[in-house]
């Protein structure tokens, strides 16, 4: 090569590459940091255990901040219970109505009903859920065609199953209040420990997990969409002219998505478990209302129409958009926390 041309190659510039192909998209991501906030390349390695611990903390952190719609959403989906719509007096009317009359009438304790054993529910089913998910993510399960959405349904199924009877007594201790407010059956209990107790005594083992007919594939449902779309809709807002110069407001945008898609599929399935766990019993341990999912389903529409079995979507909306940004942000942030000590 002669000294013009060796001048000429190193005179050229970096935005024009010396091979003249452009460099691929792909290889340039995959030196991106992997946060809830930019591209999503592959996840980091985090110890198995470890990233159960992590994905629980993550869960039970952003639970603190969204109790009080969880609690208006109990409340919401139980009032009216088997009648007709305009047959039943209305306590609660929509989400910001219903947070003022529970303020006003069990204080600022009972927008927080509930909230020790539901960060109990949300450490053990979450941590289970999102360290499940990770192993199949660290398998390669995931990168399969429809193998996100089939982990997602899976991780989430063994964390609902697991985890149930504490939602069982979450969901008692929030739709118990005074008599002036009450909906649904009132199960009187003390307190959490008093709950466990109660239960235990009076159906056995098998009545901590009365109801999870009905939890499992409310979560298989809502989780196989959330983490799928969640994903997904982060890929595209990272990628999109309008929000890529804010990757906060991306996050927001993505949350916000999946948020809209959990609460449209998993809302029918939430009421069903909902009714399902806080359903009176008889003598013989069988529920007084339903017996089982289908039926639950059934008399729901019967009683109330097809939209019964969309109350409370409101609050389910509303806590699921913040509740996915705040968990997903604090289990990545922490998880590569963890890959940097590591």
């Not at 360290?131 to 089939?150: K, M, P, Q």
């Not at 998993?266 to 069988?286: C, G, K």
């Not at 007084?288 to 389910?316: A, H, I, T």
Request: proline share 5%.
């Amino acid at each position: 090569m002669d000294h013009s041309g060796v001048t000429q190659l190193l005179k050229t510039s970096p935005k024009d590459p010396v091979f003249g192909g452009q460099l691929s998209h792909r290889m340039a991501s995959s030196a991106v940091p992997c946060t809830v906030f930019g591209p999503s390349p592959a996840p980091p390695a985090v110890w198995p255990p470890l990233d159960f611990a992590l994905g629980a903390l993550a869960c039970c952190a952003a639970c603190v901040f969204t109790n009080p719609l969880e609690v208006v959403k109990t409340r919401l989906q139980l009032q009216g219970e088997l009648c007709a719509r305009g047959s039943y007096q209305m306590h609660y009317r929509g989400v910001l109505q219903a947070l003022w009359v529970v303020g006003r009438t069990d204080g600022l304790r009972g927008l927080q009903k509930g909230l020790s054993v539901g960060l109990i529910y949300q450490g053990v089913m979450k941590g289970v859920r999102l360290g499940s998910y990770s192993c199949c993510e660290a398998l390669g399960i995931t990168s399969f065609h429809g193998g996100s959405l089939l982990s997602g349904a899976g991780a989430g199924a063994l964390g609902a199953f697991i985890a149930s009877p504490a939602y069982l007594v979450k969901t008692h201790l929030q739709a118990q209040t005074v008599s002036a407010i009450a909906v649904g059956h009132q199960h009187n209990h003390m307190g959490v420990s008093d709950a466990f107790v109660t239960i235990y005594r009076r159906d056995g083992l098998t009545g901590l997990w009365r109801g999870v007919n009905g939890a499992v594939p409310r979560v298989m449902v809502g989780s196989a969409t959330q983490l799928a779309t969640f994903t997904s809709a982060k890929d595209w807002a990272s990628r999109s002219q309008w929000f890529s110069s804010n990757r906060w407001l991306s996050a927001l945008i993505a949350a916000s998505i999946s948020g809209v898609a959990v609460a449209i599929t998993m809302t029918p399935f939430d009421v069903i478990s909902t009714r399902l766990y806080n359903q009176p019993v008889d003598e013989f341990r069988r529920g007084r209302l339903y017996q089982g999912f289908l039926d639950c389903m059934l008399k729901v529409c019967q009683s109330e129409g097809l939209l019964g079995l969309y109350k409370g979507m409101g609050p389910v909306f509303l806590r699921l958009a913040p509740h996915t940004m705040l968990s997903m942000l604090f289990w990545d942030l922490m998880r590569q926390q963890a890959v940097k000590d590591y």
